[in-house]
C-alpha cells in the first residue's frame, strides 16, 4: 500500500476511535463511499501501471446508511469517556463547536423543518451539577432554551431550594429539536427510540466536555437515553453511574406539576438532597425538612 493509503487509513481510524472515545456509537456513511471502501485500493504509484493486472472490483454491498440498534442493551456497553479533560479556552472552543454542530443539525429531517430553534443546553459548563430531561416543548422550541415552561419553572424553583442559580448548573435533554405534532396544534410526545439514538451523540459530547461530579437524570426518557434502563417509579432514588459519574435519577418536574402529592414532592426533594449530599454542598436545617408533614 502507498503511503499516503496508509496514513489516510492512520487518520480515519484516529478519528473513528475518537468518536468512539467521545461515546459516538454510529457515524454516517453515503453508500458511494461504502462501496468504495469495499474495492481493493490502486497499487502503489512505483509499479508500472501495465505490469499489474487490475483486481476485480467486488460488487458494491447494500447496506443501509445508518444503522439503527438499541441505544445501550446492556450496561457494559455504555462508553467510558477518555478523551482529554478539556479546560480553559480549550473547553470554551470545543464546546463551541459542538454547539455550531447541533445547531445546523439536520439528521433528523422531520424535527427539523418543524422546530423553530434547536435547543442545545444552557447554563456553565464547568458545573459540577448537570441536569438532563427529555425534549424541548413548545415554550423551549421557541425561546432555544431548555426548561423555560411550568415544568422549567419548578425546576428553577428546585435548583434555587439547592441554594443553587440557573447560571450554576448545566441543563440539557436527550434532544435538542421538539418532537413534532403534525395535526395537532398542541401537545407534546415522547422522542422516538430512533430520534433519541440520532441525537444522544451531541449529549454524550456535552456531558465529556463538562465532566460534572453528579448528573440528575429528569424522568423515563432520560434514564432511557443514557443508561438504557426503563421504570423511573423503581430507579429513582437510587445511585446509577453513567461513564463513571454518579446519576440520580428522580421524577420529571412534569409529573409534579401533575401529581401534587406532597409525598411525590418530598421524594424528589430526596433525590436532591442525596445530590447535594455527593457534592458535598452544605445542607440546612430547612432544606433537610423540606415537604415533611409537620
Ligand atoms: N421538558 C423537558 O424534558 N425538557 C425541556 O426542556 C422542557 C420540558
Redesign the pocket.
Known sequence: MSDAYNQLLDATIQHLQGLKARGVRFVSVEQENLSALTRTPRPPAQIPAASVTPPPVPKPVERPVVQAAPLFSTPTEIPIATGPVLTGEAKVAAFAELRTRAMVCVKCPHLAASRKNV?FGVGNIDAELMFV?????AD?DAQGE??V?K??QLLTKIIQTMGLQRDQVYIA?ILKCRPDTPGQSAGNRKPTPEEMQTCIPYLHEQIDLIRPKVLVA??GTAMEGLLGKTGITKLRGQWHTYRNIPLMPTY?P?YLLHNQLLSEKRRVWEDMLGAMEKLGMPINEKQRNFFLKG
Open positions: 435547543v430531561g427529555e425534549a424541548p416543548g423551549e431548555p426548561f415552561g415544568a422549567g435533554n429528569l424522568g420529571h412534569s
